[in-house]
């Protein structure tokens, strides 16, 4: 099967104005959300949002995709099968699918993801991905996971394409699709999803307040991934 690749999104999309501030690359704006975690995050994600799609290399992404409504439920049918022989072809016929509308993602591009990214990513091949930071942060907040103390803590990943040969696509969204959706890259098929660097990026309290006066009740970690 053949695969076009995608023009490089980041080339194009940076330097970006935002609040007020140049922005020349995505790991700003990860540096950046302390000063947005006391405002209504679903705003700032929603004018993320509408950057990208002002965008004519992103629409050049989502032409000739897929429907989000239509891998929201293809994926929850994935998810509910169960073991007998009627759904034992599932993941097979679903990633078929998916591989038609399946790209070359651009070397240097970055995305992001919120949480612990699953150790069934590495075996599968498949994840799901963002290119709104918002959208990742919220994500990471949904899901905390536990330290050894029992201490809440965030990771948000930053996955930087390292190879020529990542598959996935943009999904593409109507007024019908899921939010959580909006902005996501799937992730379909890559050689190797390494571990580069692990950096604490500041503390927070549980309401999400950035304060040094504040005990760190949630500290928070941006993992930096390559995938090839």
């Known amino acids: 099967m053949n695969h076009p ?22 790991q700003q704006l990860l540096h950046a959300l302390p000063c947005y975690l006391q405002q209504d995050l679903s705003t700032y994600k929603q004018a993320f949002c509408e950057i990208l799609l002002q965008n004519d ?18 994926f929850a049918a994935f998810y509910r ?3 007998d022989n009627f759904n034992a072809d599932m993941p097979d016929l679903l990633r078929h699918e998916l591989m038609r509308h399946a790209q070359y993602l651009p070397m240097t591009q ?10 069934t990513a590495r075996q599968e091949k498949l994840f799901s991905s963002t ?8 994500q990471a907040q949904d899901n905390p996971a536990l330290l050894p103390s029992r201490q809440r803590c965030v990771f948000i990943n930053l996955l930087q394409i390292a190879s020529h ?14 939010e ?9 098929n890559f050689s190797d999803l390494r571990l580069v660097s692990e950096q604490s990026l ?3 309290d549980e309401k999400g307040i950035d304060s040094d006066q504040l005990s760190p009740s949630m500290p928070v970690f941006l993992r930096r991934y390559e995938i090839r």
């Open 5 to 26: 690749s995608l023009p490089l999104l980041d080339g194009c999309l940076y330097p970006i104005q935002w609040q007020g501030h140049q922005i020349c690359e995505p």
């Open 81 to 83: 099968q169960s073991e």
């Open 180 to 188: 959580r959706l909006q902005s996501e890259v799937m992730i379909l």
């Open 202 to 204: 500041y503390q927070v």
């Open 110 to 119: 970055t995305l992001f993801f919120g949480g612990e990214l699953p150790r």
């Open 57 to 74: 290399t992103y629409q050049e992404w989502i032409n000739f995709t897929v429907f989000g409504r239509y891998v929201q439920r293809s």
């Open 131 to 138: 290119l709104n930071p918002f959208t990742a942060w919220q």
């Open 165 to 178: 040969k990542v598959l996935g696509f943009a999904v593409r969204h109507n007024k019908r699709t899921s």
